[in-house]
């Protein structure tokens, strides 16, 4: 039992883009619907009109030069399927699998996860250290902005009305680099994240001094963040156990965690130190080319 | 802002009238009578609701109806009947996996998803399908056990799987 | 069959129907004309109610009754007690009260008249914490004290019990609140028949208990009421008293046509019983060679707004604190505190998983605390045949030590024990 709301399904892009407008504030966007609609069950949202962007080919998965193109209705499902996505970024295929159960993969779209804007959104990490850029479209303009410059806080993010997020470009990974995600909930399934993280490492030509490094942790601050402090003590040099215990230690400190029903903030605290210290090892691993999957 | 639409439910046609908030689970036991769909939390959270879209598990009560349109929906109506039973419902039944049976027709529905992609599945995979069903009696060990004896079953009679 | 069941696994007579979805469950009966039931709960978790207004609702299309405390010809229930109302009619004392239920000719239209109910509440102070709730001055859940009720149970002389033993062990344990979580939700259908009778298809364990229970709350005759359970989709103690079945009978009769009801599960989580939180305290005196002499607990129980199972929960629990070993001095005091909390009922083992975690932890305590094997201090204190209990009860036939043995050996136990 739904409040009741009109339903706009448009045949292709600019008749979204048209409707938003046409609908003004209470026009929602509707793509998996497994965050909307439980929402509107629990009278959080009361969209006055729905517009469908299934089918409008935002679902696919390209890959160009110098990068990949993600469309905003892309499933998680899909994304946990893809070989492009297998084969180029693990780290997003990690977070895609992460989320939800398979049924909620199966209506779930990337789009959906990164706009409803929680705290513990699982895609995020993984697009942060992939350094993602988001295209976001209205009828009046078209812009791409890092993903870092989406969020604005819990629930809230750069969107304008009438204005949707199109698709994601995932730059394509340096030689001789690896990235990981890792989420820790109260069970392994359906559930939000207690924290989770992700991180990517390129080692320099000597396979050992770390040229660049990206941590980014989520459900431990207003929005996810990246742990800029600690990827500095990281870059220019030798990787060691030593040196990724540090960063994990002041990654940790630079987050801003509560308390919730989820895990206290101390607890949050001790999984950033445990969660970085393991993703920056596995991407180092993969890296090395050690470790592919 | 009623609206006529079609859905096709085990290979039949149904027309009904909806209203665009009207959702698929709700579709399919109020208005088609196909109860075998359970609703328990209508949340997304229980799987109870599950069927299959196009043959994906999804939850029917994250799902307007309205966007089913010209889509495969399959309930657990459409699996097997009890004259002829498909064999991970014989495999349920001989495994005891069912106590109360709410959870059964999700689960059902998910497993059948699985076998139809990986029809040799290791323990982890069926744990993996099946976590977006809860079982509130069985302890899910009896479930894992008869999801993996009908897949032996299945690829060991060719054609087996109806 | 040739007489033997035992050992043999047989199939469910019913598993055919569950495993092809053709088993019919609460909320999948129907009959023609049926209306849908749905109930407006309490905004506070303490508060005098100052007025009801349901003319608003009864005015909107498709609302063909609201019921509220006035409609209950007998508005108090309970198993032990009788405190809790149908309707809420001075008070409400936990959010899952109800206060009014509306019958519309579809969900929708029930849903949409509960925002049109108006109710005056006076917000009251609301006690949470047991303990909190058994001082004098703490805000009352009813009448002049919130301990319901204190049972007693004494054996020999704790006293000459603590001067014997060698160590003393104290601890507090707490238990949360668990919801039984059946996965299918409270459903009740009822229809009042030509010939005067209600009918109704309802998802409980316990039908007759049901039957009583709506036939002094409708003041109508019980063998004009019949229960009807149906496939249950699990209950586990949550489906083991009246819930939602006066409503429907009660909207049966005023609208004359079938009612049913399905409760969410935020309604299943707020408005129907839970297991009682316990707050246990152990005390136990020990000798040089590991036998407990003495014993005192002490467990308050969480009733939450009402009683219903709680007083049942709170005795098999006493009977049981002082754990399957013989103990010569024991004392034992369980109290049942109401607060406004949800309501604390029955659910697998009956308040018993709540004092078997708290001593048994107790044990690992003590045995620690004398540095003897976990296992041995417990062997040695079992109960055995002719040992009596803290009620005074002799047992017969037991085989508590057998069992044990035999779990030692199937699990591989780390050491050697040295039975005695
Ligand atoms: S009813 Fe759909 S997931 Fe629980
Ligand atoms: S058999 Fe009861 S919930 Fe699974």
New interface residues.
């Given amino acids: ?7 706009i ?1 448009p045949s292709d892009l600019t008749k979204a883009l048209e409707a938003l407008e046409e609908h003004g504030p209470g026009a929602r966007v ?1 793509a998996g ?2 965050d909307l ?2 929402s ?2 629990a009278r959080t949202q009361l969209p006055s009109c ?1 517009v ?1 962007i ?1 089918g409008l080919g935002l679902d696919t998965i390209t890959r160009t030069d110098g990068f990949v193109r993600i469309g905003a209705a892309c499933t998680f ?1 899909e994304l946990a399927r893809s070989g492009i996505i297998r084969e180029m970024f693990p780290v997003l295929r990690e977070a895609a699998s992460a989320i ?5 993969r ?2 779930a779209t990337i789009g959906g996860n990164l706009s409803s804007a929680v705290p513990s959104c699982d895609s995020a990490p993984a697009l942060y250290v992939l350094k993602a850029r988001l295209t976001l479209i209205s009828l009046r303009q078209q812009r791409a902005i890092p993903v870092e410059e989406f969020f604005q806080g819990p629930r809230r993010t750069v969107l304008a009305p009438a204005e949707i997020l199109a698709w994601i470009d995932v730059p394509v990974p340096p030689d001789r680099s690896g990235s990981a995600f890792l989420k820790i909930g109260r069970r ?3 559930t939000l994240a207690i924290v989770n993280a992700a991180a990517s490492v390129c080692l320099a030509k000597d396979g050992s001094t770390v040229e660049d490094a990206t941590i980014s942790l989520g459900a431990v601050a207003p929005t996810p963040l990246r742990a800029r402090k600690a990827e500095a003590l990281l870059k220019g040099c030798t990787w060691s156990e030593e040196l990724v215990k540090e960063a994990a230690w002041v990654a940790s400190g630079e987050t801003s965690p509560i308390s919730d029903i989820r895990a206290s903030a101390d607890y949050r605290r001790e999984l950033c130190k445990v969660l970085v210290r393991r993703a920056l090892t596995h991407a180092w691993k993969r890296a090395l080319g050690g470790d592919q999957r | 802002m009623k609206r006529a639409i079609i859905l096709v439910v085990n290979g039949t046609e149904h027309s009904v009238e909806v209203q665009p908030s009207d959702l698929l689970v709700d579709v399919l036991r109020d208005r088609l009578r196909l109860t075998g769909t359970k609703k328990g939390c209508g949340t997304g959270e229980c799987g109870a609701c599950t069927v299959l879209l196009d043959g994906k598990p999804v939850n029917s009560c994250l799902l307007l109806a309205i966007r089913c349109e010209g889509r495969q929906i399959t309930t657990i109506e459409g699996l097997g009947t009890p004259d002829s039973l498909h064999v991970l419902q014989k495999a349920f039944i001989d495994n005891g996996a069912v106590q109360c049976g709410f959870c059964a027709p999700g689960m059902l529905l998910s497993a059948k998803a699985l076998l139809d992609e990986n029809p040799a599945p290791s323990e982890m995979d069926i744990r993996q399908a099946l976590a977006g069903n809860i079982c509130r009696c069985t302890g899910y060990v009896k479930i894992v056990k008869a999801v993996s004896s009908a897949a032996r079953t299945m690829s060991g009679a060719e054609g087996g799987g109806r | 069959m040739n007489g033997s069941a035992i050992g043999v696994s047989r199939p469910r007579h019913d598993a055919v129907l569950q495993v092809t979805g053709r088993a019919l469950y609460g909320d999948d009966y129907e009959r023609p004309g049926m209306l849908y039931a749905k109930a407006l709960r309490s905004r506070h978790p303490h508060a005098r109610i100052l007025k009801v207004d349901t003319s608003r609702a009864l005015k909107l299309a498709g609302v063909k009754a609201v019921i509220t405390a006035e409609d209950v010809p007998k508005n108090r229930y309970g198993f032990t007690h009788l405190d809790q109302p149908v309707l809420a009619d001075d008070k409400v004392r936990y959010m899952g009260d109800v206060v009014a239920v509306v019958a519309a000719t579809s969900w929708d239209a029930a849903t949409e008249a509960l925002d049109q109910i108006e109710v005056d509440y006076l917000p009251l102070p609301a006690v949470f914490d047991p303990v909190e709730a058994m001082k004098p001055d703490a805000p009352k859940v009813h009448g002049d004290s919130n301990i319901v009720s204190h049972i007693k149970i004494r054996s020999g002389d704790v006293t000459e019990g603590w001067r014997i033993s060698s160590e003393i062990v104290e601890d507090v344990m707490r238990t949360q609140v668990v919801e039984h979580c059946h996965i299918e939700p409270h459903a009740a259908l009822a229809e009042l028949t030509d010939d005067g009778t209600y009918v109704i298809w309802s998802t409980v364990q316990r039908p007759f208990l049901i039957a009583s229970d709506l036939s002094r709350i409708l003041q109508y005759p019980m063998n004009k009421i019949r229960v009807i359970t149906p496939a249950i989709g699990g209950g586990f103690g949550g489906k083991n008293e009246i819930t939602i079945e006066p409503y429907v009978c009660l909207l049966a009769a005023k609208t004359k046509r079938p009612v049913k009801m399905v409760l969410s599960r935020e309604e299943e989580f707020c408005g129907t019983t839970v297991r009682h939180p316990y707050i246990v305290k152990y005390r136990s005196g020990v000798t040089k060679d590991g036998k407990i002499v003495a014993r005192q607990v002490e467990i308050i129980s969480d009733s939450g707004a009402y009683v219903s199972w709680g007083e049942s929960t709170l005795s098999k629990a006493s009977i049981h604190a002082a754990g399957p070993y013989f103990i010569p001095h024991v004392r034992i005091d369980g109290y049942l505190v109401y607060t406004n909390n949800s309501i604390g009922g029955a659910m697998r083992g009956f308040g018993v998983p709540q004092v078997g975690f708290a001593y048994e932890c107790h044990m690992d305590n003590i045995a620690a605390v004398i540095g003897m094997d976990p296992l041995e201090f417990r062997y040695k204190n079992l109960l055995t045949d002719n040992s009596s209990l803290p009620t005074g009860q002799v047992l017969e036939f037991v085989t508590l030590r057998e069992t044990v043995r035999k779990a030692v050996e199937l699990v591989g136990w780390k050491k050697e024990v040295e039975w005695e």
Avoid: E, H
């Fill in positions: 039992m739904l409040p009741r709301t009109l339903y399904r509707i619907g497994t609609i439980p509107m069950r729905l469908d299934q499902s939800g159960a398979v049924q909620t199966n209506l392994k399934a359906l």
